[in-house]
């Protein structure tokens, strides 16, 4: 089993910046072969997805909404995952949750993944 653990949410005015950080944790688990993301839900909306990092680091992935203000990175030795989430808009206010999963490829819709947090919520006030 693997736990998540999302953390680094908060309010924030438009403009501004936040990094999230998603911690893994389980008896029996290898970071360095699960590929992670980041998906968020806004109230009343299906929750989309955001960002996701392949099991090294190497490829990384940015929905249109995202790509070019958010950043996403890892450190295995960590088991951790963060998202940098610049530029902030009011359309970014969700909660924001951490999955992995251990497929081959990055994926890109909530069926990829079967580990998720239980969410941090972000506010980015106008």
């Known amino acids: 089993q693997v736990q998540l653990v999302e953390s680094g949410g908060g309010l924030v005015q438009a403009g501004g910046s936040l990094r999230l950080s998603c911690t893994a944790s389980?008896?029996?688990?290898?970071?360095?072969?699960?590929?992670m993301a980041w998906f968020r839900q806004a109230p009343g909306k299906e929750r989309e997805f955001a960002s996701a990092?392949?099991?090294?680091?190497?490829?990384?992935a940015y929905s249109d909404s995202v790509k070019g203000r958010f950043t996403i990175s890892r450190d295995n030795l960590k088991n951790t995952v963060w998202l940098q989430m610049n530029s902030l808009k009011p359309e970014d206010t969700a909660v924001y949750y951490c999955a992995a999963d251990y497929s081959v490829t990055i994926g890109r819709t909530r069926s990829d993944y079967n580990y998720w947090g239980q969410g941090t919520q972000v506010t980015v006030s106008s």
């Open positions: 990092i392949s099991r090294s680091g190497a490829t990384t």
């Open positions: 389980g008896r029996t688990f290898n970071i360095g072969a699960m590929n």
